[in-house]
């Protein structure tokens, strides 16, 4: 199924203010570009060759008579092509080149307006539909999981639940949960919302991890309307750091993580036994498992929502585990990690930026832990969003992934978005997920 639906680039550049998470367009800044590429999609089929309107405005007025510099290059890849040209009325038309195998090229600009440089990038698809992840499924993937799923069976669930009352709303009751998610006792903590005096057997279960890094869960109320709209919602972290901890308690066991903001997705990556993220991908499992216990579930939806990281893990989640009845992915990150073998993009975190990440034995562990690869086993119905701007988790990788499902899937395509998602898009999810609730 092609992606169904486009945002408009003009709409997106007025509301783009309405969400500030993590806000990549240059907002309340002098200066604004504009770009604008030949085919109002931004897509295009291998061998033909977009050209590019350029805009830079100051104050609203178009900056003349600028000389921009520019590079071109595939997506996340070294430049190929460089140039400048004069803005003329604050416009210019730049071509891009073409392809001759999908994926997507990246025009990235730079001026000089009043002594400061402003810098801006647009990326456009060449047939991206008929991008083909290179990560290959290992042979013995599916028996791999599910050995690993049945030692999980064996531990015992084990949970607490504790009132945290200053999350609490006049809709929804809010808990403090400690997971045991491994028969090691590790556990993790998540806070838990439910609709306020919910019925038995009345509440659709949605489960969303978290995005990538060190880090507890600092915005539980930024997604409170799914309680409010009678979802029992569970927000998790992967690391088992208690998001009651002091800043100077979380500060002291952070540098259990070598002090690196991601270090943990190196972490054991030489064996797929021993890789850091087993623990974590069966975590969300065991939270299914608690979450299925609540007597407000409903016994039918169980539903994964989440964004890079935690888009990966939501389609993880959804390939593990049979009981997951839908699937929402904001840009999911490790995806088609080993993608620049091929010589194009690979997913976050990009490991092969790092010297000494491109081993035999690196690379078969990577392939048990990719995103493509549980893509390939969804069973439910998928909702997937990405922007082609991303240089977090590109374009090229989320195709890959899009493009490997096979069960019921729609797509939110929104060109000009970095590494975020407007409030409307967020809201959009919800709505969705009601949409298809059985």
Same mark, same amino acid.
């Given at each position: 199924?092609?992606?169904?639906?486009?945002?408009?680039?003009?709409?997106?550049?007025?509301?783009?203010?309405?969400?500030?998470?993590?806000?990549?367009?240059?907002?309340?800044?002098?200066?604004?570009?504009?770009?604008?590429?030949?085919?109002?999609? !931004?897509?295009?089929?291998?061998?033909?060759?977009?050209?590019?309107?350029?805009?830079?405005? +100051?104050?609203?007025?178009?900056?003349?008579?600028?000389?921009?510099?520019?590079?071109?290059?595939?997506?996340?890849?070294?430049?190929?092509?460089?140039?400048?040209?004069?803005?003329?009325?604050?416009?210019?038309?730049?071509?891009?080149?073409?392809?001759?195998?999908?994926?997507?090229?990246?025009?990235?600009?730079?001026?000089?307006?009043?002594?400061?440089?402003?810098?801006?990038?647009?990326?456009?698809?060449?047939?991206?539909?008929?991008?083909?992840?290179?990560?290959?499924?290992?042979?013995?993937?599916?028996?791999?999981?599910?050995?690993?799923?049945?030692?999980?069976?064996?531990?015992?669930? /084990?949970?607490?639940?504790?009132?945290?009352?200053?999350?609490?709303?006049?809709?929804?009751?809010? !808990?403090?949960?400690?997971?045991?998610?491994?028969?090691?006792?590790?556990?993790? %903590?998540?806070?838990?919302?439910?609709?306020?005096?919910?019925?038995?057997?009345?509440?659709?279960?949605?489960?969303?991890?978290?995005?990538?890094?060190? +880090?507890?869960?600092?915005?539980?109320?930024?997604?409170?309307?799914?309680?409010?709209?009678?979802?029992?919602?569970?927000?998790?972290?992967?690391?088992?750091?208690?998001?009651?901890?002091?800043?100077?308690?979380?500060?002291?066991?952070?540098?259990?993580?070598?002090?690196?903001?991601?270090?943990?997705?190196?972490?054991?990556?030489?064996?797929? /036994?021993?890789?850091?993220?087993?623990?974590? %991908?069966?975590?969300?499992?065991?939270?299914?498992?608690?979450?299925?216990?609540?007597?407000?579930? /409903?016994?039918?939806?169980?539903?994964?929502?989440?964004?890079?990281?935690?888009?990966?893990?939501?389609?993880?989640?959804?390939?593990?585990? +049979?009981?997951?009845?839908?699937?929402?992915?904001?840009?999911?990150?490790?995806?088609?990690?080993?993608?620049?073998?091929?010589?194009?993009?690979?997913?976050?975190?990009?490991?092969?930026?790092?010297?000494?990440? /491109?081993?035999?034995?690196?690379?078969?562990?990577?392939?048990?832990?990719?995103?493509?690869?549980?893509?390939?086993?969804?069973?439910?119905?998928?909702?997937?969003?990405?922007?082609?701007?991303?240089?977090?988790?590109?374009?090229?990788?989320?195709?890959?992934?899009?493009?490997?499902?096979?069960?019921?899937?729609?797509?939110?395509?929104?060109?000009?978005?970095?590494?975020?998602?407007?409030?409307?898009?967020?809201?959009?999810?919800?709505?969705?997920?009601?949409?298809?609730?059985?």
């Amino acid at each position: 199924m092609k992606p169904l639906r486009l945002i408009n680039l003009i709409t997106l550049i007025i509301f783009s203010h309405l969400y500030l998470f993590a806000e990549n367009y240059p907002y309340r800044s002098d200066v604004l570009w504009v770009t604008v590429p030949d085919h109002p999609d !931004w897509l295009y089929k291998t061998g033909e060759n977009p050209v590019i309107d350029v805009q830079l405005y +100051k104050y609203g007025v178009p900056v003349d008579g600028a000389k921009v510099t520019y590079e071109i290059g595939g997506d996340m890849m070294p430049a190929d092509s460089k140039g400048e040209t004069t803005l003329k009325n604050g416009r210019a038309s730049i071509k891009t080149g073409t392809m001759k195998t999908p994926g997507f090229r990246d025009l990235r600009l730079a001026a000089e307006v009043d002594g400061k440089v402003y810098k801006h990038h647009i990326k456009v698809g060449f047939s991206p539909e008929k991008i083909e992840p290179y990560t290959k499924m290992p042979a013995d993937f599916d028996s791999f999981w599910a050995k690993n799923l049945e030692e999980l069976s064996k531990v015992p669930l /084990d949970f607490t639940m504790t009132p945290a009352p200053k999350y609490t709303t006049d809709k929804m009751d809010c !808990w403090l949960v400690n997971l045991t998610v491994s028969k090691q006792g590790q556990s993790i %903590y998540g806070y838990l919302f439910i609709p306020k005096d919910a019925k038995p057997g009345s509440c659709p279960i949605v489960l969303c991890p978290p995005g990538a890094g060190i +880090k507890t869960i600092k915005e539980p109320l930024r997604h409170r309307y799914y309680g409010e709209n009678g979802c029992i919602r569970f927000e998790m972290e992967i690391h088992g750091l208690n998001p009651e901890m002091t800043d100077e308690a979380f500060k002291e066991i952070s540098k259990a993580f070598s002090g690196r903001e991601n270090g943990y997705l190196q972490n054991g990556l030489d064996n797929k /036994d021993n890789y850091y993220m087993k623990r974590v %991908y069966l975590a969300c499992v065991r939270a299914i498992d608690f979450l299925t216990t609540l007597p407000e579930w /409903d016994r039918r939806n169980v539903i994964l929502q989440g964004g890079s990281q935690g888009g990966a893990l939501a389609i993880v989640t959804a390939g593990l585990d +049979k009981r997951v009845t839908a699937c929402v992915a904001n840009h999911p990150a490790l995806s088609d990690m080993a993608g620049y073998k091929a010589g194009r993009a690979g997913g976050y975190p990009h490991f092969f930026r790092v010297d000494g990440m /491109d081993t035999p034995e690196k690379l078969n562990t990577m392939a048990y832990y990719d995103v493509v690869n549980f893509a390939r086993r969804l069973k439910c119905p998928v909702y997937m969003t990405w922007g082609y701007n991303d240089d977090t988790c590109p374009p090229t990788t989320s195709y890959a992934v899009y493009n490997v499902i096979t069960s019921p899937k729609e797509a939110l395509i929104t060109p000009i978005n970095e590494h975020w998602t407007s409030e409307a898009t967020e809201r959009g999810h919800l709505d969705w997920i009601l949409d298809h609730l059985q």
